[in-house]
């Protein structure tokens, strides 16, 4: 038997989302899942005092939703990379003896034409449940999974996730939590009564890329990515007008993407991307913009060089400098936070609470040894 779209199933199937044969650890452990256009991502946690434990985790590049804008379609190739990644997944959850979990997907899955032939196809070759989740519910998840790391002295932050196929904009009004409320921020409950406005803009790294071209970017390409993205922002920022209200605020950006993650590894120099060191770290706009300008600079063969993008990335990475670039023009922060988690971990917090299984002010992963 196969477990419900939303991860959860009666005892007697397991609890597990992936179908019968696992019973229930002591303590719980959970999967928490995020199949996106261009990555699939996996963690497997327990509770533990501060939070969560993650006990095992998996990450793949897939591109599964590369060619979707000008097609309609995932391609045979595509779900084939994708199926394989999966089947990893499966077999760490089974192994690690998970017993609860949220497996979803974002938008390639929304938008192709034969997604449901292809969510069909994982629950037969893998015994995987995906839940193809709206834009509205990745965006809080992402707020979810990165709260502690709000700056509670600020008065806007703003949380965006940049993906492959779609980027989730979420503007947090910080004034409404006053007093000893502010010092438990990093509360997911707390955060999501925060939410201003929010918005998915239809423009990831990869189809941003498939449409100006990765390999080969000139400044002057890079101008048109820019201002492309800023087209899309017009109607959300015409319509709640942040700019003036952050103008005289203390307010921040908080990025959670790949993106972020590697404009931070470049500014810290690192010899290998260090998650350590990134998670959490601080960059003005000027530090983020000097790594753009320089990425701009170089060749293909330079990026591939380069020890935190490597070859998988390298044709995206200008296309996810390109948006930021556009979110600082039309909203001008200084301050930008790095997260090195979002989906997986407002996941693993959401079904935690939901449980009992996670302490007011945890919010906090752990990795393993």
Not at 10 to 25: F, H, I, L, T, Y
Not at 68 to 90: D, H, N, P, W, Y
Not at 211 to 230: L, S
Not at 272 to 279: Q, T
Request: charged share 25%.
């Amino acid at each position: 038997m196969n477990a419900p779209a939303d991860g959860r199933s009666e005892a007697a199937e397991g609890e597990n989302g992936m179908g019968a044969g696992v019973r229930p650890a002591s303590p719980p452990v959970y999967g928490a899942l995020d199949l996106g256009t261009n990555n699939c991502r996996l963690l497997v946690a327990k509770p533990s005092r501060r939070g969560f434990l993650v006990i095992d985790a998996f990450s793949r590049i897939i591109r599964l939703g590369e060619g979707v804008l000008t097609t309609g379609l995932m391609s045979e190739a595509a779900m084939t990379r994708t199926i394989a990644a999966l089947k990893v997944c499966s077999d760490k959850m089974i192994r690690r003896g998970v017993s609860r979990s949220r497996l979803i997907a974002t938008e390639a899955c929304r938008i192709a034409a034969n997604s449901g032939d292809f969510i069909d196809r994982v629950r037969h070759e893998t015994g995987l449940n995906l839940e193809i989740v709206t834009r509205e519910t990745e965006a809080k998840l992402a707020v979810s999974g990165c709260a502690s790391l709000i700056d509670r002295n600020c008065d806007w932050a703003l949380v965006f996730d940049i993906g492959g196929g779609s980027s989730e904009l979420i503007w947090l009004d910080l004034t409404r939590l006053e007093g000893p409320w502010r010092r438990t921020l990093h509360d997911r409950l707390d955060v999501q009564n925060c939410i201003a406005a929010w918005t998915s803009l239809p423009v990831g790294v990869v189809n941003l890329a498939e449409r100006h071209g990765g390999r080969n970017v000139t400044p002057e390409n890079y101008e048109e990515m820019v201002r492309d993205v800023m087209v899309a922002l017009k109607d959300f920022e015409d319509t709640h007008r942040f700019g003036g209200k952050i103008a005289q605020a203390r307010a921040h950006f908080l990025g959670t993407s790949g993106t972020v993650t590697t404009i931070s590894g470049i500014h810290l120099k690192l010899r290998a991307y260090d998650r350590s060191r990134v998670d959490g770290c601080w960059l003005s706009a000027e530090e983020a913009r000097a790594v753009s300008s320089d990425l701009i600079a170089m060749d293909y063969a330079a990026r591939v060089a380069q020890p935190c993008i490597g070859h998988e990335r390298a044709d995206l990475v200008l296309a996810g400098c390109a948006i930021l670039e556009a979110l600082l023009r039309t909203w001008p922060c200084q301050r930008l936070r790095v997260a090195d988690r979002g989906l997986r971990e407002g996941i693993l917090a959401t079904l935690m609470t939901d449980d009992g299984q996670y302490r007011r002010g945890g919010n906090q992963r752990q990795n393993h040894a």
